[in-house]
């Protein structure tokens, strides 16, 4: 299986801050890489798909990039409703993996 | 608005079968895949597996030998079958879209939390 590899786990930012999250994966998958945010009891919610293709309805502050086995998510201005865990997903090979995930935390 | 809602028991016997079905509204069931996705307590996100609308499946090695995931279109409803399950199969159960085959996850259910305990 490809293991994904996000960091940091955790991250503590501020309304208005550029963060971004870096995902790893274990062998290169292309841009078959897609990014979700998930809040607590909801569902989850596709941002960026095929590394780099912002999911129709999401703001354009959400970026994504990288391709082969190194993929960054970078928030460019912080949004009091970004505050959720973020994670990374490859589907190049099956079976489909994710990354642990990232909590942003309002600082 | 595409809509997926899961629904099911939420207490299994241990060596029992789970059970779920997840209902799409919002958007036909054909030419779309249909995958389960389940995250333990505290843990990481796994996926279960997928079935396309005309039946064809394909499902993580490591729960094939207990998973079925089948497909209804006339009720536009897919469901989850998991047999001989322990308390290693407690977790939040998700049903989501794919728009093909080694593709995204575009929708997502809410998910539902199953418990596996005597």
């Known amino acids: 299986d490809i293991q994904m590899t996000q960091s940091p786990s955790s991250l503590s930012a501020s309304v208005g801050d550029r963060v971004t999250i870096t995902c790893r994966a274990s062998?290169?998958?292309?841009?078959?890489l897609a990014w979700f945010q998930q809040k607590p009891g909801k569902a989850p919610k596709s941002l960026i798909y095929a590394a780099s293709s912002l999911q129709g309805g999401v703001p354009s502050r959400f970026r994504g990039s990288g391709s082969g086995t190194d993929f960054t998510l970078t928030i460019s201005s912080l949004q009091p409703e970004d505050f959720a865990t973020y994670y990374c997903?490859?589907?190049?090979?099956?079976?489909?993996?994710f990354g642990q995930g990232t909590k942003l935390e309002i600082k | 608005q595409v809509q997926l809602q899961e629904s099911g028991p939420r207490l299994v016997k241990p060596s029992e079968t789970l059970s779920l079905t997840c209902t799409v509204s919002g958007g036909s069931i054909s030419d779309y895949y249909w995958n389960w996705i389940r995250q333990p307590p505290g843990k990481g996100l796994e996926w279960i597996g997928y079935i396309y609308y005309n039946g064809n499946t394909n499902y993580n090695p490591s729960l094939k030998s207990r998973v079925t995931i089948s497909v209804d279109t006339s009720r536009n409803q897919f469901s989850l079958n998991l047999n001989s399950v322990t308390a290693a199969d407690t977790a939040i159960y998700y049903c989501?879209?794919?728009?093909?085959?080694?593709?995204?996850?575009?929708?997502w259910g809410q998910g539902t939390l199953v418990t596996v305990s005597s």
């Open positions: 062998q290169d998958i292309s841009n078959y």
């Open positions: 997903q490859q589907y190049n090979s099956y079976p489909y993996t």
């Open positions: 989501a879209r794919s728009p093909g085959d080694k593709r995204h996850f575009d929708y």
